[in-house]
T-cell receptor, first 114, second 114 residues
Framework: GQQLNQSPQSMFIQEGEDVSMNCTSSSIFNTWLWYKQDPGEGPVLLIALYKAGELTSNGRLTAQFGITRKDSFLNISASIPSDVGIYFCAGQLGSGAGSYQLTFGKGTKLSVIP | GAGVSQSPSNKVTEKGKDVELRCDPISGHTALYWYRQSLGQGLEFLIYFQGNSAPDKSGLPSDRFSAERTGGSVSTLTIQRTQQEDSAVYLC????????????FGPGTRLTVL
Protein backbone atom coordinates (compact mmCIF):
# COMPACT_ATOMS: atom_id res chain seq x y z
CA GLY A 1 0.00 0.00 0.00
CA GLN A 2 0.92 3.65 -0.11
CA GLN A 3 3.54 4.92 2.30
CA LEU A 4 4.18 8.53 3.21
CA ASN A 5 7.55 9.56 4.58
CA GLN A 6 7.30 12.75 6.56
CA SER A 7 10.32 14.65 7.83
CA PRO A 8 11.60 15.81 10.13
CA GLN A 9 10.01 13.78 12.92
CA SER A 10 10.45 16.65 15.36
CA MET A 11 11.71 20.21 15.38
CA PHE A 12 12.73 22.65 18.09
CA ILE A 13 12.82 26.23 16.87
CA GLN A 14 13.03 29.72 18.26
CA GLU A 15 9.98 31.91 18.09
CA GLY A 16 10.12 34.01 14.95
CA GLU A 17 12.00 31.44 12.89
CA ASP A 18 10.65 29.90 9.72
CA VAL A 19 9.83 26.19 9.58
CA SER A 20 9.84 23.74 6.72
CA MET A 21 8.63 20.14 6.63
CA ASN A 22 7.95 17.77 3.80
CA CYS A 23 6.37 14.52 2.74
CA THR A 24 7.35 12.10 0.04
CA SER A 25 5.44 9.15 -1.30
CA SER A 26 6.19 6.03 -3.25
CA SER A 27 2.90 6.53 -5.08
CA ILE A 28 1.18 9.35 -6.88
CA PHE A 29 -1.57 11.23 -5.10
CA ASN A 30 -4.12 13.53 -6.67
CA THR A 31 -4.69 15.57 -3.52
CA TRP A 32 -2.27 16.55 -0.77
CA LEU A 33 -3.48 17.80 2.58
CA TRP A 34 -1.80 19.26 5.63
CA TYR A 35 -3.32 18.90 9.08
CA LYS A 36 -2.37 20.16 12.53
CA GLN A 37 -3.17 18.27 15.70
CA ASP A 38 -3.13 19.84 19.15
CA PRO A 39 -2.89 17.62 22.26
CA GLY A 40 -6.18 15.89 23.02
CA GLU A 41 -7.76 17.09 19.81
CA GLY A 42 -8.40 15.67 16.38
CA PRO A 43 -6.45 16.91 13.36
CA VAL A 44 -7.60 20.16 11.80
CA LEU A 45 -7.23 20.77 8.08
CA LEU A 46 -4.80 23.62 7.30
CA ILE A 47 -4.30 23.51 3.56
CA ALA A 48 -5.57 21.36 0.69
CA LEU A 49 -3.72 21.07 -2.62
CA TYR A 50 -5.42 19.71 -5.73
CA LYS A 51 -3.07 20.29 -8.62
CA ALA A 52 0.54 19.37 -9.34
CA GLY A 53 2.72 22.43 -8.91
CA GLU A 54 0.07 24.29 -6.93
CA LEU A 55 1.34 26.68 -4.28
CA THR A 56 -1.23 27.71 -1.68
CA SER A 57 -1.02 30.00 1.33
CA ASN A 58 -3.12 30.27 4.45
CA GLY A 59 -1.83 33.16 6.54
CA ARG A 60 1.73 32.34 7.59
CA LEU A 61 1.45 28.84 6.12
CA THR A 62 2.46 27.97 2.58
CA ALA A 63 2.24 24.53 1.02
CA GLN A 64 3.14 23.16 -2.39
CA PHE A 65 2.02 20.13 -4.35
CA GLY A 66 5.10 18.64 -6.01
CA ILE A 67 5.29 18.41 -9.78
CA THR A 68 5.79 14.64 -9.65
CA ARG A 69 2.66 14.36 -7.44
CA LYS A 70 4.75 12.28 -5.05
CA ASP A 71 5.72 15.02 -2.62
CA SER A 72 4.57 18.12 -0.80
CA PHE A 73 6.05 20.61 1.61
CA LEU A 74 4.69 22.95 4.25
CA ASN A 75 6.37 26.15 5.35
CA ILE A 76 5.47 28.20 8.39
CA SER A 77 6.88 31.70 8.50
CA ALA A 78 7.67 33.73 11.64
CA SER A 79 6.64 30.97 14.05
CA ILE A 80 4.72 31.82 17.21
CA PRO A 81 4.09 29.73 20.35
CA SER A 82 0.63 28.64 19.22
CA ASP A 83 2.19 26.90 16.21
CA VAL A 84 3.22 24.13 18.61
CA GLY A 85 1.63 20.81 17.73
CA ILE A 86 1.94 17.86 15.40
CA TYR A 87 1.67 18.49 11.68
CA PHE A 88 0.52 15.68 9.41
CA CYS A 89 0.60 15.41 5.68
CA ALA A 90 -2.00 13.24 4.00
CA GLY A 91 -2.47 12.08 0.46
CA GLN A 92 -5.64 11.12 -1.31
CA LEU A 93 -5.96 9.25 -4.58
CA GLY A 94 -9.06 11.23 -5.48
CA SER A 95 -10.39 8.74 -7.98
CA GLY A 96 -11.21 5.07 -8.21
CA ALA A 97 -11.97 2.58 -5.47
CA GLY A 98 -11.03 3.78 -2.02
CA SER A 99 -10.40 7.28 -3.31
CA TYR A 100 -11.87 8.77 -0.16
CA GLN A 101 -9.18 7.20 1.98
CA LEU A 102 -6.49 9.47 3.34
CA THR A 103 -3.00 8.08 3.78
CA PHE A 104 -1.22 9.93 6.57
CA GLY A 105 2.43 10.58 7.32
CA LYS A 106 3.67 9.92 10.85
CA GLY A 107 3.75 13.60 11.71
CA THR A 108 6.23 16.34 12.52
CA LYS A 109 6.18 17.47 16.13
CA LEU A 110 6.92 21.18 16.33
CA SER A 111 8.13 22.84 19.52
CA VAL A 112 8.60 26.61 19.65
CA ILE A 113 10.96 28.13 22.18
CA PRO A 114 9.81 31.61 23.23
CA GLY B 1 -22.08 21.86 19.11
CA ALA B 2 -21.34 22.16 15.43
CA GLY B 3 -18.37 19.80 15.29
CA VAL B 4 -17.86 16.03 15.36
CA SER B 5 -18.30 14.69 18.86
CA GLN B 6 -17.02 11.43 20.28
CA SER B 7 -17.62 9.60 23.51
CA PRO B 8 -16.18 8.60 25.82
CA SER B 9 -13.10 10.80 25.66
CA ASN B 10 -11.13 8.21 27.59
CA LYS B 11 -11.77 4.52 28.13
CA VAL B 12 -9.73 2.17 30.26
CA THR B 13 -10.63 -1.49 30.02
CA GLU B 14 -9.25 -4.87 30.88
CA LYS B 15 -7.92 -7.24 28.30
CA GLY B 16 -10.68 -9.46 26.96
CA LYS B 17 -13.53 -7.03 27.56
CA ASP B 18 -15.66 -5.49 24.79
CA VAL B 19 -15.79 -1.72 24.25
CA GLU B 20 -18.08 0.58 22.28
CA LEU B 21 -16.96 3.95 20.99
CA ARG B 22 -19.48 6.48 19.74
CA CYS B 23 -19.29 9.17 17.08
CA ASP B 24 -21.77 11.94 16.29
CA PRO B 25 -20.91 13.47 12.91
CA ILE B 26 -21.57 17.01 11.77
CA SER B 27 -25.19 17.45 10.81
CA GLY B 28 -25.61 17.10 7.06
CA HIS B 29 -22.41 15.14 6.53
CA THR B 30 -23.25 11.85 4.83
CA ALA B 31 -19.73 10.41 4.91
CA LEU B 32 -18.26 9.09 8.15
CA TYR B 33 -14.80 7.64 8.77
CA TRP B 34 -13.04 5.89 11.61
CA TYR B 35 -9.28 6.06 12.05
CA ARG B 36 -6.88 4.67 14.61
CA GLN B 37 -3.87 6.64 15.84
CA SER B 38 -1.25 4.68 17.72
CA LEU B 39 1.39 6.45 19.80
CA GLY B 40 3.79 8.36 17.57
CA GLN B 41 2.10 7.17 14.42
CA GLY B 42 -0.03 8.69 11.74
CA LEU B 43 -3.68 7.90 11.34
CA GLU B 44 -4.67 4.46 10.09
CA PHE B 45 -7.91 4.16 8.14
CA LEU B 46 -10.40 1.69 9.59
CA ILE B 47 -13.83 2.03 7.99
CA TYR B 48 -15.90 4.36 5.82
CA PHE B 49 -19.66 4.87 5.68
CA GLN B 50 -21.42 6.77 2.90
CA GLY B 51 -25.17 7.20 3.05
CA ASN B 52 -26.98 3.90 2.64
CA SER B 53 -24.16 2.26 0.71
CA ALA B 54 -22.35 -0.78 2.07
CA PRO B 55 -19.47 0.42 4.26
CA ASP B 56 -15.85 -0.01 3.24
CA LYS B 57 -14.45 -2.17 6.03
CA SER B 58 -11.13 -2.82 4.34
CA GLY B 59 -9.12 -1.10 7.07
CA LEU B 60 -10.45 -3.07 10.03
CA PRO B 61 -7.46 -4.93 11.50
CA SER B 62 -9.32 -8.04 12.62
CA ASP B 63 -12.79 -9.55 12.97
CA ARG B 64 -12.85 -8.33 16.56
CA PHE B 65 -13.53 -4.86 15.13
CA SER B 66 -16.93 -3.87 13.79
CA ALA B 67 -18.84 -0.67 13.23
CA GLU B 68 -22.40 0.39 12.62
CA ARG B 69 -24.03 3.59 11.54
CA THR B 70 -27.67 3.92 12.47
CA GLY B 71 -30.03 6.18 10.58
CA GLY B 72 -27.20 7.64 8.56
CA SER B 73 -25.96 9.61 11.53
CA VAL B 74 -24.45 8.26 14.74
CA SER B 75 -21.82 5.54 14.44
CA THR B 76 -20.54 3.02 16.95
CA LEU B 77 -17.19 1.26 16.71
CA THR B 78 -17.11 -1.98 18.70
CA ILE B 79 -13.98 -3.84 19.67
CA GLN B 80 -14.57 -7.30 21.07
CA ARG B 81 -12.19 -9.19 23.34
CA THR B 82 -9.83 -6.24 23.52
CA GLN B 83 -6.08 -6.81 23.39
CA GLN B 84 -3.29 -4.56 24.65
CA GLU B 85 -2.29 -3.74 21.07
CA ASP B 86 -5.73 -2.17 20.60
CA SER B 87 -4.63 0.69 22.87
CA ALA B 88 -4.72 3.84 20.74
CA VAL B 89 -6.70 6.97 20.03
CA TYR B 90 -9.72 6.23 17.86
CA LEU B 91 -10.70 9.20 15.72
CA CYS B 92 -13.92 9.74 13.86
CA UNK B 93 -14.32 12.16 10.97
CA UNK B 94 -17.17 13.25 8.74
CA UNK B 95 -17.54 15.06 5.45
CA UNK B 96 -19.95 15.88 2.69
CA UNK B 97 -20.23 13.04 0.16
CA UNK B 98 -18.35 14.85 -2.59
CA UNK B 99 -15.83 16.58 -0.33
CA UNK B 100 -14.04 13.57 1.04
CA UNK B 101 -10.80 15.53 1.07
CA UNK B 102 -12.28 17.90 3.66
CA UNK B 103 -12.74 15.56 6.58
CA UNK B 104 -13.55 17.12 9.93
CA PHE B 105 -12.25 15.19 12.89
CA GLY B 106 -13.62 14.68 16.36
CA PRO B 107 -11.39 14.88 19.45
CA GLY B 108 -10.99 11.11 19.59
CA THR B 109 -11.42 8.42 22.21
CA ARG B 110 -8.24 7.35 23.98
CA LEU B 111 -8.52 3.62 24.63
CA THR B 112 -6.22 1.94 27.10
CA VAL B 113 -6.33 -1.84 27.44
CA LEU B 114 -4.68 -3.10 30.61
Amino acid sequence: GQQLNQSPQSMFIQEGEDVSMNCTSSSIFNTWLWYKQDPGEGPVLLIALYKAGELTSNGRLTAQFGITRKDSFLNISASIPSDVGIYFCAGQLGSGAGSYQLTFGKGTKLSVIP
Amino acid sequence: GAGVSQSPSNKVTEKGKDVELRCDPISGHTALYWYRQSLGQGLEFLIYFQGNSAPDKSGLPSDRFSAERTGGSVSTLTIQRTQQEDSAVYLCASSFERRTNEQFFGPGTRLTVL
